[in-house]
T-cell receptor
């Protein structure tokens, strides 16, 4: 089945850029998402990218997609302490029984130090 | 924007009792709702997909008789954990979509922390 992998931890200093990486196996993925989860809370959609795009920028967030390598990254510019959270990469299947289902990575715990 | 309300946010119950968790779409009609389970420091595991007016589709390994899902209206889905045991303690999260296409179309509830004692 589909698989999504992420590095588990990332630690950065306030003001630096953070880059969270993700790889996936489903070549038929249509949309790829980045979600943020704060302790004890649900998931907040940060951004998403359609599979025929290479890059998407939204304020401090930049998503890069390398479809050939099945690699997705999220860059957070000028990282703040409020960005400390768990970040999940997710992909949605294109069709068949996987249509509409999200497959999540393990989550990357981002810690921002003052 | 789309809002999904999930209640309760936290519940503690005795072993052997049943617990119902509600997931409501407040400002849109959710044709499809998804129920996830999350263990501490782990990813979300999809438990089941429910479509309004039909039986839920459960993922492999999820006991349908233990985790009862009802999606009787376009704005409400419920997950009932029957005869709960300590191993059912977990964080349960629902998400909803209009089914019009999945462009940013998943909205998540705030989650329910279930503790079975």
């Amino acid at each position: 089945g589909e698989d999504v992998e992420q590095s588990l931890f990332l630690s950065v200093r306030e003001g630096d850029s953070s880059v969270i990486n993700c790889t996936y196996t489903d070549s038929s993925s249509t949309y790829l998402y980045w979600y943020k989860q704060e302790p004890g809370a649900g998931l907040q959609l940060l951004t998403y990218i359609f599979s025929n795009m290479d890059m998407k920028q939204d304020q401090r967030l930049t998503v890069l997609l390398n479809k050939k390598d099945k690699h997705l990254s999220l860059r957070i510019a000028d990282t703040q302490t409020g960005d400390s959270a768990i970040y999940f990469c997710a992909e949605s299947g294109a069709g068949g029984t996987s249509y509409g289902k999200l497959t999540f990575g393990q989550g990357t715990i981002l810690t921002v130090h003052p | 924007g789309a809002v999904v309300s999930q209640h309760p946010s936290r519940v503690i119950c005795k072993s052997g009792t049943s617990v119902k968790i509600e997931c409501r779409s407040l400002d849109f009609q959710a044709t499809t709702m998804f129920w996830y389970r999350q263990f501490p420091k782990q990813s979300l595991m999809l438990m089941a997909t429910s479509n309004e007016g039909s039986k839920a589709t459960y993922e492999q390994g999820v006991e349908k008789d233990k985790f009862l899902i009802n999606h009787a209206s376009l704005t409400l889905s419920t997950l009932t954990v029957t005869s709960a045991h300590p191993e059912d303690s977990s964080f349960y999260i629902c998400s909803a979509t209009t089914g019009q296409g999945f462009i940013g179309g998943y909205t998540f509830g705030s989650g329910t922390r279930l503790t079975v004692v």
